[in-house]
């Protein structure tokens, strides 16, 4: 049993563990499926595919809570984790669903508790510092600038998806909030752009909408950054670091 505690404890923790890279693989691409299907769980035409949408949701939280078992039974500090903020968000990742499946009926409505399970969201901040920890001695400016263009199209990824589904369940009312999807629209626009083309009827809404384009800002700076790097090693080569 031992052996089978360690083996789990490096596939999870150990970034040189040779369990570790397919344990990770499996997580993160559980994290995005789930959360395409919970995205397009919102929109009204697919319903013929909601049992399947179900299927992939119950998979994806059995997975997460053999991971959430795991973690606790490997933890030297099994309250630390707990208590932690990771153990926490792992704990949230899981949560809504199983309460779903247990009384579907009462939490129907329930949208802002079915909306939680996009706190999975949060732990594509976890894979890219588990990336950052595995890539952190970045041989060259290229290397650098992988690692760069990873932690921006990963950071543009989230904000588009968080901001997209908070403008959703604040304006959901409105057409161009209607779904998830078309909330995650309006965010990329403000988040790229600085513009949306409608604006939330809701305070909530409104303050999302100003939280999203100071966001956008962060974005635009940190895309200003790879950019600089890829064209300063494609005109100066070696030249400079």
Known sequence: MSDLKQTIDEALNNHRSKYFFPAEI?????????????????????????????????????????????????????TQYIFSFWGITDLLAILPTLLIFINLSFLKSARTIRMLRLVRMIRVLKITREYLETHDQAKSQVEFNKINIVIYFLALFSSITIFGSALYLADETQPAYSTIPFGMLEAAKILLGGLGQANPATMTGQIIMLITRFAGLALFGLLITVIGGILNEFLFGKQHK
């Open 26 to 78: 499996t997580l993160t691409t559980t994290a995005f499926v789930s959360i395409v299907g919970i995205i397009l769980e919102t929109v009204p035409s697919l319903e013929s595919y909601f049992p399947f949408i179900n299927v992939i949701e119950l998979l994806a939280a059995v997975i997460f809570t053999i991971e959430y078992a795991s973690r606790i039974w490997t933890s030297k500090k099994k």
